[in-house]
């Protein structure tokens, strides 16, 4: 699992109790509003056309139905999963992925920080530990 699989299925729980960003089969109804926008996104998915079922959400977002940061968080996580070589092919990249759900959130009124973890300057330097490393002085 990769660490923006990891932040959806952080979301996932945070915002709807649930184990997992993925959406069950039988969630909605297969003729309602959201389950006719999951399963085109997901066969936009699997046919790797990532920018149309990404514009498919954003298209269907209405901040009255939460269930679309659900599906949003389940598309994200499942592009999450492809190499780099499948993403670059569709023409998309973790960099987007990471800006998507942003946007997602922030369409919701839901901030979040995500920051890149910076690299230690020698690879065998140990990571400071907030918890019981003093602040430095300034």
């Not at 079922?53 to 492809?82: C, H, M, T, W």
């Amino acid at each position: 699992m990769n660490q923006l699989y990891q932040l959806c299925a952080f979301l996932a729980k945070a915002m709807f109790k649930k184990d997992s960003p993925i959406i069950p089969d039988n969630a909605f109804p297969p003729n309602s509003e959201p389950g006719i926008v999951l399963t085109r996104i997901r066969q936009l998915v699997e046919e790797k056309n990532i920018n149309t079922a990404e514009n498919l959400l954003f298209d269907a977002f209405n901040i009255q139905k939460p269930y679309f940061v659900a599906i949003g968080l389940e598309f994200y996580a499942r592009i999450s999963e492809f190499s780099d070589e499948e993403l670059e092919a569709a023409d998309f990249s973790r960099e987007e992925i990471n800006e998507g759900i942003g946007d997602m959130l922030k369409f919701h009124n839901v901030k979040i920080a995500i920051k890149k973890a910076p690299t230690p300057s020698a690879p065998n330097s140990p990571a400071p530990n907030v918890m019981a490393d003093p602040p430095k002085e300034k």
